[in-house]
């Protein structure tokens, strides 16, 4: 029995009193294995203690949730007896100390989470954020996009799922914790969906995958701290992907779970194969047995301590029927995977854990999941929010406006991101229909005449000026996205990003984000179904921007009806849906043409989203519209920029109101906008079913030509060649990185 | 007319070449696993793309020991159509069954965009219906594919006219800047000296169906259809 002292359970990451907890769910000192135990299930990562509290106000439910979180992934139906298994999840902390592997396991992570749930992984997106990539950590954050870039290349490229789409934010508070969110769906028959369920004593337990090694050890209670220069020697903290295990693992499980011998799966991700055990058995109010003697190693040596508490990558844990062990076991073969069985089963509700027959750990599953602390942490408004908030724009020196749009355009967060997805390939399994960086990333549904929209956002520069409001902003423009895509979006999944929920500040900003997205969810009827929190994103106690990224699938019934963001031809009218306020606050505008990070975010009026986008699907699904894209970073004017790429150079003739002077008509971000193309027999129609739903929509021009032209009120603003500013955009991101290969 | 398309490990576009096969061109398909010893009287056979066996040690390098591959050369020495597509040509390359190798990508990174090939040749099973100098709009998704040969196989290439794609720009071009990755000659696809087996990196099963961007890639589908109904009329 080891001592347990201040400076062991420091090492642990427990509190004083979470140890008395433990003594007490116990009634006796744990042994060393069980310290360890207790201190991965109940980290942060696993037990959600800061957030859970919070998580519970948000909806879950809805007609067609199948399933909602507490499982591996959450589920919708999306018709024709068929499933999206979705989720996001976040893998900041291992991407910032080795960004190839840590993002790569992150994305081989929430593609376990998918086939775990018996589907079939088909779409990847992901939501970047890194540190300017000039400056004085110019170089460094440059090494790890590429890194981070080629990790999520490396391993969905290899593993044969497609990476559709995604969004990339280059901004200062990332510099030293920069954010790698992945999100991964799949499909499946709606009545096959597979639980993480230990059920029926005596059955055996199997492990089947990658050896357990020693790496990732205290990997989840690494992702619940702060960083410090220190951090790089946390690198054995991270663990080493391998694709083609993952590939194997993947089709071997699909192929057993088609059979009825399967009676749960979990991957061993964050705290391995501690949390397989404990979460399957206390789902199902049983326990699981496991001798570590028969678990596949890696290493000599390793202790019962090391094998629990691994966090070796490509592994999961099975029940299955008990009698049926060697058609379970051949599947395996033919893929030329070891299934070992591990353990059974039992009624005691205990993870008791055996090394060669003697027992080294025995706890009660619900001590480790439903008894973990959960703290109402206090909170309060962070000063800086008055100070911030302030903000008078005539103060601003002007700019012409032609100047800023080709800044804004040739800036990383605005420019072409096809530098990085060309590296990633976003066709495999011959389902994509529109093309990543052509708007939200639309797959077809083969087996139906459907296909699914997805779309991830965020925007942490909101958040930060006004976190309910920027979350609920970012639940809009990822719902109003879809609805460009022409679908009905349906459900949602949530990574939260924010810094260390022990400052009073920190969990203020991260309870006001969820309020407002749960608002947000509520009004526009897309249920949560599941989702991750990341805390502790700070380095040497700078925390980043509060971000929350929301993302957000859709249905369209259609197939042939997705929509892109670019035109479609000449002369079609050119449509604003929506009003343009005086909203500059936080705007990108102000960022890249002032340096200015201060304000108000826009407004957002729920119903008037919600009938918007009403309205897209509607439009989109009567073959009314030829392309729609979202107003948001950089105003109207990025948004007709972007409708002219990709096109060919079909420019276009706009004149905008001038309500309030140039610069809001162009930059300002107003929420619930969208610029639409109608050809024009179709106008009349269009207007009409705007009209209908209260939605303003005004002409603003044509498209046509070879120039991007904009007036306010008739006076000249932009006039630029189509090709020149999208030569701009394309080498806003690709040119950081041949500058640095000359 | 039945399609095999070969399974390895690894094999991550064995469902899109059934795809095109089975649904898009209405044939018969059947996949077959790499522990198989037959080919199981296919008629036509695909060494599909992706990473079999993860492309560890060297891309397509450990495939060519796998049971099937005994199968697939008798099938090929028999005269059979076998086309290899991104993997499944480097697979063919590391067995023997075209000349030359492919290279990570001069830029060292992974490409995946729609390029232009122009179709050099017409008289191999798979390009018999497009004509000479046809531009065709196909995918690439690789990170080496950029074929190498020495200097003498590469003329031996050109003077047997066993070059069967480069990659061109919109009008037909061959250039440089045309080329994603380097490739000698701007070498999209080759064939053997029997012309029955050929090898492409881009992907023509990505590009059967309009909803995908582009239906080019269909030609090599029709032509070996077509070329195995002329083969069973002057059998019959």
């Known amino acids: 029995m080891s001592t347990v002292d201040a400076a062991l359970l420091d090492r642990h990451a427990l509190k004083p009193d979470e140890y008395e907890r433990i003594v007490a769910a116990l009634g006796r000192e744990p042994s060393f294995t069980e310290l360890g135990i207790f201190s991965v299930m109940w980290s942060e990562h696993c037990s959600y203690k800061s957030s859970r509290v919070h998580l519970r106000t948000l909806p879950t439910k809805g007609s067609r949730v199948l399933q909602g979180p507490g499982e591996n992934a959450g589920a919708v139906d999306i018709g024709d007896g068929m499933a999206a298994v979705f989720k996001i999840e976040s893998h900041n902390h291992p991407s910032f100390i080795e960004p190839y592997q840590g993002a790569a396991t992150g994305v081989g992570g929430i593609i376990r989470d998918i086939f775990t749930m018996g589907a079939r992984p088909v779409a990847l997106l992901n939501s970047l954020r890194f540190g300017p990539m000039d400056g004085a950590h110019g170089a460094r954050t440059r090494r790890i996009v590429e890194g981070v870039v080629a990790g999520i290349a490396g391993y969905g490229n290899s593993i044969g799922i497609p990476t559709v789409g995604g969004e990339i934010v280059f901004e200062e508070p990332y510099t030293g914790n920069p954010l790698v969110n992945v999100f991964c769906l799949g499909l499946s028959r709606a009545d096959a969906l597979v639980k993480g369920r230990a059920d029926g004593v005596g059955n055996p337990v199997y492990y089947v995958g990658a050896k357990t090694g020693r790496d990732g050890i205290h990997g989840a209670t690494m992702a619940s701290a702060e960083f410090d220069e220190k951090s790089a020697e946390k690198r054995p903290a991270v663990q080493v992907g391998d694709p083609f295990m993952e590939k194997l693992l993947l089709e071997a499980c699909l192929e057993l779970m088609k059979s009825d011998a399967l009676i749960g799966v979990q991957d061993m991700g964050a705290a391995g194969l501690t949390c397989a055990t404990s979460e399957m058995g206390a789902r199902s109010g049983s326990g699981i047995e496991i001798d570590v003697m028969h678990v596949p190693q890696r290493e000599s040596g390793m202790t019962p301590y090391e094998i629990m508490l691994s966090e070796s990558q490509e592994r999961m844990l099975l029940v299955v029927k008990k009698g049926r062990e060697r058609e379970v076991e051949e599947i395996f073969d033919k893929w030329d995977l070891h299934a070992a069985h591990v353990g059974v089963v039992t009624g005691d509700g205990l993870l008791r854990v055996k090394d060669h027959g003697s027992v080294v750990a025995e706890i009660p599953n619900t001590a480790l999941v439903d008894d973990a602390p959960v703290y109402n942490r206090p909170m309060s408004r962070p000063a800086y929010l008055d100070e911030v908030q302030q903000f008078d724009p005539s103060t601003l020196p002007r700019v012409h406006p032609q100047d800023a749009l080709l800044r804004l355009l040739s800036s990383p967060t605005i420019g072409s991101k096809r530098w990085v997805y060309r590296q990633y390939d976003h066709m495999v399994r011959t389902n994509t229909v529109v093309l990543a960086g052509m708007g939200a990333a639309v797959i077809r549904v083969k087996e139906t005449s459907r296909a699914l929209a997805m779309s991830v956002d965020g925007n942490g520069r909101y958040c930060y000026l006004d976190p309910r409001r920027g979350a609920m902003l970012a639940v809009a423009e990822a719902a109003r996205n879809v609805a460009c895509a022409g679908a009905q979006p349906i459900g949602a999944t949530n990574c939260l990003n924010f810094g260390n929920p022990e400052r009073p500040e920190i969990m203020w900003q991260f309870a006001e984000a969820v309020q407002g997205i749960g608002e947000a969810c509520r009004a526009l009827d897309v249920p949560i179904t599941g989702g991750n929190v990341s805390l502790y994103n700070e380095t040497d106690g700078k925390a980043i921007y509060p971000t929350p990224v929301l993302g957000v699938v859709g249905v369209i019934e259609d197939a042939s009806r997705a929509l892109t963001r670019a035109f479609h031809g000449s002369d079609d009218d050119i449509v604003l849906l929506g009003e343009t306020h005086e909203e500059l606050g936080g705007s990108e505008f102000l960022r890249t043409l002032h340096g200015v990070v201060r304000g108000q975010p826009p407004r957002l009026d729920l119903r008037q989203e919600r009938a918007l986008i009403d309205l897209l699907v509607g439009a989109a699904s009567a073959g009314v519209l030829q392309s729609a894209h979202d107003c948001s970073d950089g105003g109207i004017a990025v948004t007709l920029a972007e409708c002219t790429f990709d096109t060919g150079g079909i420019g276009c003739e706009v004149d905008l109101p001038p309500d309030h002077g140039v610069e809001t008509a162009l930059f300002s971000e107003s929420a619930s906008r969208v610029v639409v193309t109608a050809a024009h027999q179709d106008l009349d129609r269009l207007l009409k079913m705007a009209a209908e739903r209260g939605i303003p929509a005004r002409v603003i021009g044509r498209t046509g030509g070879t120039r991007l032209r904009i007036t306010v009120g008739g006076q000249h603003a932009i006039d630029c060649d189509v090709r020149e500013a999208e030569q701009r955009w394309s080498g806003a991101l690709a040119g950081h990185f041949q500058r640095q290969a000359s | ?236």
């Not at chain 2, 709009?137 to 594919?145: C, K, Q």
Request: glycine fraction near 10%; hydrophobic fraction near 40%.
């Open chain 2, 1 to 236: 007319m039945k399609f095999a398309v070969i399974v390895f490990p690894g094999s991550n576009c064995d469902h899109d070449a059934y795809h095109a096969a089975k649904h898009v061109l209405g044939q018969d398909a059947e996949f077959i696993w790499h522990k198989e010893t037959s080919v199981k009287g296919a008629d036509v056979v695909i060494l599909p793309g992706g990473f079999s066996y993860g492309d560890y040690l060297r891309t397509g390098a450990i495939a060519q020991f796998s049971p099937v591959m005994t199968a697939v050369k008798a099938f090929a020495a028999g005269g059979g159509p076998l086309l290899g597509i991104c993997n499944g040509f480097q697979v063919l390359c590391e067995s023997r069954l075209l000349p030359g190798a492919l290279l990570r990508n001069r830029d060292l990174k992974f490409h995946c965009a729609h390029v232009h090939l122009r179709v050099e040749q017409t008289d191999t099973p798979f390009t018999m219906r497009a004509f000479r100098g046809q531009v065709l709009s196909v995918p690439i998704a690789h990170g080496e594919g950029n074929y190498f040969a020495d200097a003498q196989t590469l003329a031996e290439l050109e003077a047997s006219r066993r070059i069967v794609f480069r990659y061109c720009d919109e009008s037909g071009q061959v250039t440089d800047a045309a080329n994603p990755n380097g490739s000698l000659s701007n070498i999209a696809g080759i064939c053997n000296d029997t012309r029955n087996v050929v090898g492409l990196m881009p992907h023509p099963e990505r590009a059967c169906e309009s909803s995908l961007g582009s239906t080019d890639g269909l030609v090599l589908f029709d032509s070996v259809v077509a070329s195995l109904a002329a083969d069973g009329a002057l059998t019959a």
